[in-house]
Structures are given as structure tokens and as C-alpha cells.
Nanobody, 115 residues
Framework: QVQLVESGGGLVQPGGSLRLSCAAS????????MGWYRQAPGKQREFVAR???????NYADSVKGRFTISRDNAKNMVYLQMNSLKPEDTAIYYC?????????WGQGTQVTVSS
């Protein structure tokens, strides 16, 4: 069983930064494909970023150059560094793991970008 717990969300002004963290339980973390998704009010959940077991990354066009995903396999952690935040980045951010052929989700953390 894989459990994911996000943290690090909050209120930030436009142009500011936040770092989200996701703690994963379960064996074999280094083999998981980890990702971040987000869901804004009234919208569908959308892909944000992904990092493979080999640390290859890819990003949604809307966040390229501003967000960075990383992982620490020794700590079973994945991070999302978010810079130059915009009001349209406001959403609930969810951590996702693809582990042993199944998708797993955290409970989400709220990010609000507003002055």
C-alpha cells in the first residue's frame, strides 16, 4: 500500500515562491514514477510535472521554466519548487505515484496566489 502526504501549500503573493513536499510510504519508492497534479475550482484535474525513477522530468507547458520537480529517494520524498507564481496557479495540488501498475493519490494541499 502506498500512502502519500503533501505539505507546504499556503497563501503567496504573485511573483512569490513555494515548495511543496510529498512524503511517500511503501517499499520501492525509488522505482515509483512520481508526479504533481492540480485542480482549480470548477476545472478538471491537470498534470503539472512528473519525475521518473531515473530522474527524468517533464512539465506542463504552463509551468515550464517556473516549477521544478525533484526527488530524494533516501527520504522517500518528492518536491515541487514553484517560482514566479501567478494567480492562475491557484489550485489544490496533489501528489501522485505510479507504483506497481497502480496510481495512488495524496489528499492535496491548497495553494493560493493572491495579493
Amino acid at each position: 500500500q502506498v500512502q502519500l502526504v503533501e505539505s507546504g501549500g499556503g497563501l503567496v503573493q504573485p511573483g512569490g515562491s513555494l515548495r511543496l513536499s510529498c512524503a511517500a510510504s511503501g517499499s520501492g519508492f525509488s522505482m515509483y514514477v512520481m508526479g504533481w497534479y492540480r485542480q482549480a475550482p470548477g476545472k478538471q484535474r491537470e498534470f503539472v510535472a512528473r519525475i521518473t525513477s531515473g530522474s527524468s522530468t517533464n512539465y506542463a507547458d504552463s509551468v515550464k521554466g517556473r516549477f521544478t520537480i525533484s526527488r530524494d529517494n533516501a527520504k522517500n520524498m518528492v518536491y515541487l519548487q514553484m517560482n514566479s507564481l501567478k494567480p492562475e496557479d491557484t489550485a489544490i495540488y496533489y501528489c501522485n505515484a505510479l507504483a506497481w501498475g497502480s496510481f495512488h493519490w495524496g489528499q492535496g494541499t491548497q495553494v493560493t496566489v493572491s495579493s
